[in-house]
């Protein structure tokens, strides 16, 4: 159940406190009937529940949800707390009274912290609260865990050990911390980290056997410094997709080939996104692959861009190919394709490379709604001009096969 669902009017980017609490009424009112009318003997395997932070609700919903927990009708338990306030205007004080209230709620209800399977937590500050202890140490059957601007204050380092954890997946948002340190949880599949303010490498790794999916996004803020990917990697064995996302800005990532080969050896798909369109993309052929390039209409290079982030100067990267190597890339996707003569470049040089690459897949911009709403019109190839780019990829080849999609999922 969906606290949203009950508001009364769709919900926007600003909600009303007086429409959360009516919205908070009808969701607790719903959750009694359902938790008290199921018949005896009976079991919930699973129950969702999305709401707003208001203590009075909040203590009305924890009573209801342990005493189905100890009574062994509810078996897990999926809990996510909304906030609708934007992160950018949630002051440190409020992040410090929200992860005390989270705080009092789970130590009234420790049955409610035992049942999590999921958990979803937006714009806490724990530095009053251990924040280690409450989510790793009482969260026993915890397996996702989603937090959007959680942390122990700007800058802090965090240490996550775990042995007993359960948690397969752990998902970041502006997450301030300046470095993570994963030391061990055994049983993770999968990282992202959307958004971080480490001006060095912000995530370490100890015992992570089971991390197969990582998902890295970030613009690179000013003064943040460069570092090796293969550094962040250390610790790791299993990894199978790998996301850099650059949100359109400076790479935050250190030149280097040879040392990524231990880090990159059970690699099958690697997703390379937000390449600033201006940049030359040559030097991704040190990785593998799938290309996103940036080019938001809506992205002005104005004042308050500039004092958030680095310049943007393309990747100089010293390009070292072993000509007798070929490489066993099959499939080459490309979003925000646009014919520009770099572009050609970079496809033909994998051409070169790739002896079996039987398919480029060339789509059009990720645009968000921002961009659709300046209706600037695409610079994607039209059908008069897509034979003129067949022919100059393949250059009287009779392969690869060349597929045109204009149309792309819509970025944020």
């Not at 996004?217 to 790998?242: N, P, W, Y």
């Not at 997703?271 to 996103?292: H, M, N, P, Q, S």
Request: some cysteine; glycine content about 6%; aromatic content about 10%.
């Amino acid at each position: 159940m969906d606290v949203q669902d009950f508001l009364s009017a769709p919900c926007t980017e600003t909600t009303e406190a007086n429409d959360m609490e009516k919205a908070m009424v009808s969701l607790t009112k719903a959750t009694r009937s359902f938790l008290v009318d199921q018949q005896r003997g009976s079991t919930i395997s699973s129950l969702h529940l999305k709401l707003y932070l208001i203590n009075t609700f909040l203590c009305e919903v924890g009573l209801l949800v342990g005493d189905a927990i100890e009574s062994g009708l509810l078996k897990d338990f999926d809990l996510t707390i909304l906030d609708e306030t934007d992160p950018l205007d949630c002051s440190v004080e409020d992040m410090l009274q929200r992860a005390e209230e989270i705080d009092g709620f789970f130590c009234a209800y420790p049955s409610v912290l035992h049942c999590l399977t999921r958990l979803s937590l937006d714009n806490l500050g724990f530095i009053k609260v251990d924040m280690h202890h409450i989510l790793f140490d009482c969260c026993k059957q915890l397996k996702y865990l989603s937090l959007c601007q959680c942390d122990t204050g700007l800058g802090s380092w965090f240490k996550i050990n775990a042995p007993d954890s359960k948690l397969i997946v752990l998902e970041l948002t502006k997450c301030r911390f300046e470095r993570l340190e994963v030391v061990c949880l055994p049983k993770l599949e999968k990282l992202s980290w959307d958004t971080w303010v480490s001006r060095s490498v912000p995530l370490a790794f100890g015992f992570v056997p089971s991390l197969g999916q990582l998902e890295l996004s970030c613009g690179a803020i000013c003064d943040q410094r460069e570092f090796k990917l293969s550094e962040l990697l250390h610790g790791t064995a299993s990894i199978h997709t790998l996301t850099l996302d650059f949100q359109g800005e400076k790479l935050w990532m250190q030149p280097e080939m040879g040392q990524l080969c231990t880090a990159f050896k059970k690699l099958r798909k690697l997703y390379v996104r937000g390449i600033f369109v201006e940049f030359d993309i040559l030097w991704i052929t040190a990785l593998f692959f799938l290309i996103d390039v940036w080019e938001h209409p809506c992205d002005v290079d104005d004042e308050i861009r500039q004092r958030a982030f680095s310049d943007r100067k393309a990747p100089q990267w010293r390009m070292d190919f072993d000509g007798s190597k070929n490489w066993l890339l099959k499939e080459l996707e490309f979003i925000g394709f646009r014919s520009l003569e770099h572009q050609f470049t970079f496809i033909r040089s994998m051409l070169e490379r790739c002896p079996n690459l039987h398919s480029i897949i060339l789509k059009g911009d990720e645009q968000c709604d921002s961009c659709d709403a300046l209706g600037i019109p695409s610079k994607f190839p039209k059908k008069t001009e897509q034979g003129m780019v067949v022919s100059r990829i393949r250059d009287g080849m009779l392969l690869p096969r060349i597929i045109f999609n204009e149309s792309c999922n819509k970025g944020c």
